[in-house]
């Protein structure tokens, strides 16, 4: 179950990507500042559903080394591809996204 809530979630916000006609990646250039869907929660549901997944992957299976994984991926996503994400988005949308970083919580 919570491989597959953890892919959902991240599909969904994929797709709302697509919708509104956004970049979806990483290293482009933000095109919108969406605060759509879980986006109203959490800055990062793409991230986090896939991190749900993957420690749904590491239960399923049983062992401990999957959860190295699971860790090797919330590393890189808190300390490379966020901040990279971050620093785009404030430098494009300035105080509009100074405020929803005041609103919302990272949660990854």
């Given at each position: 179950?919570?491989?597959l809530a953890g892919l959902a979630m991240a599909q969904w916000?994929?797709?709302l990507f697509k919708r509104i006609g956004?970049?979806?990646n990483t290293f482009g250039e933000p095109g919108t500042l969406t605060t759509a869907g879980l986006f109203a929660h959490t800055r990062?549901?793409?991230y986090l559903g896939?991190?749900?997944a993957l420690a749904g992957v590491a239960l399923a299976l049983g062992t401990l080394s999957p959860w190295l994984l699971v860790l090797q991926f919330f590393v890189l996503a808190q300390?490379?591809?966020i901040p990279l994400e971050e620093r785009k988005l404030a430098a494009r949308f300035?105080?509009?996204y100074a405020d929803y970083c005041r609103d919302v919580r990272r949660w990854i």
């Open positions: 179950m919570l491989v916000h994929a797709r956004t970049n979806i990062n549901p793409m896939m991190l749900l300390c490379w591809y300035g105080r509009q």
